[in-house]
């Protein structure tokens, strides 16, 4: 489902791990008024995400924001890593 300040999808092959660090960045945001997904089943079912803006910001966008933002992140981490060796 889609519009213009709403989208709601399922994230195939993810789960808990992924779903909760994005759904946190998401609340990040100043333009995003709600964000959570849910997991009917853990062991077969895939999160149903949901994230709905104020509308000056298309929802869609705000995702790719969000995780390009965990991206940085996790490269970070990574660095920081491998600079103990």
Do not use: C
């Not at 993810?14 to 994005?22: C, D, M, Q, R």
């Not at 062991?43 to 995780?67: C, H, M, Q, R, Y």
């Amino acid at each position: 489902e889609e519009n213009k300040s709403k989208i709601k999808f399922e994230m195939e092959g993810e789960n808990h791990t992924f779903s909760n660090p994005l759904s946190k960045e998401l609340w990040k945001d100043n333009h995003v008024k709600t964000s959570g997904y849910h997991i009917k089943h853990s062991l077969v079912s895939n999160p149903i995400f949901i994230v709905e803006t104020d509308g000056s910001e298309n929802p869609k966008n705000a995702l790719k924001k969000a995780v390009a933002r965990l991206e940085k992140q996790m490269s970070d981490i990574g660095s920081k890593f491998k600079s103990l060796k």
